[in-house]
Every structure is written in structure tokens, then in C-alpha cells.
Nanobody, 120 residues
Framework: QVQLVESGGGLVQAGGDLRLSCSFTGTSNIFTTHTMGWYRQAPGKTREFVATIQSGLITNYADSLKGRFTISKGDARNTVFLQMSSLTPEDTGVYYC????????????WGQGTQVTVSP
């Protein structure tokens, strides 16, 4: 069974950087079957799209985050990163790793989330 586990969240001051990691188990070829991505949910708000990476190479970002956030595939075959820079309090929220199926019949997967808190 595929499992996604996020790490790297924490408390950071405004203007600082964080790198989130998403490690997945239960599959050795997830980049060929799924588009990997990150979503976030701020307190009192709905979950929103952050970024995706397809085939370990093709990236897509929320317009408001372009230039500050970078999604990448790790050298290991089972890791995806989200590098976040120039953080603001508006970036506070729970960040979720996501694997969206690209093939019919396969499931989508979510991690449990990691908290990111940006202080003023």
C-alpha cells in the first residue's frame, strides 16, 4: 500500500526559508503512475493547490507562489521536496503531499500533513 509521509515543517520567522520533504513507500515507480504535488490548508480556509511535478520534471505552480516555491524530485526515487523561501505569515498552514493518479484504476494518495507556521 502506498503511503506518503511529510516532514520538514515547523516554526519560522517571516522572510525565512523551509524545505518540506515527502517520502513515499509501497511503490518504486510512482513518478510514472502519479503526478506528485503539494497542497496547503490555512486555518479556516479550504485546501488549496501549491505545486505539482509530473514525471519528475514538469512543474506547475499556483500563480501567487511562483518564484518563491520550488518543487523537485529527490535524487532518491521516493522523495519529493518543496523548497519555500521568503515566507510570510500568509504561508502558515498544514502542507499536504499528494499523489494524483495518471492511470485509470489507480488511487490518489494524501499524506497526513505537516504544519508550517510563519511568525511576523
Amino acid at each position: 500500500q502506498v503511503q506518503l509521509v511529510e516532514s520538514g515543517g515547523g516554526l519560522v520567522q517571516a522572510g525565512g526559508d523551509l524545505r518540506l520533504s515527502c517520502s513515499f513507500t509501497g511503490t518504486s515507480n510512482i513518478f510514472t503512475t502519479h503526478t506528485m504535488g503539494w497542497y496547503r490548508q490555512a486555518p479556516g480556509k479550504t485546501r488549496e493547490f501549491v505545486a505539482t511535478i509530473q514525471s519528475g520534471l514538469i512543474t506547475n505552480y499556483a500563480d501567487s507562489l511562483k518564484g518563491r516555491f520550488t518543487i523537485s524530485k529527490g535524487d532518491a526515487r521516493n522523495t519529493v521536496f518543496l523548497q519555500m523561501s521568503s515566507l510570510t505569515p500568509e504561508d502558515t498552514g498544514v502542507y499536504y503531499c499528494y499523489a494524483g493518479s495518471r492511470l485509470k484504476g489507480l488511487s490518489d494518495y494524501w499524506g497526513q500533513g505537516t504544519q508550517v507556521t510563519v511568525s511576523p
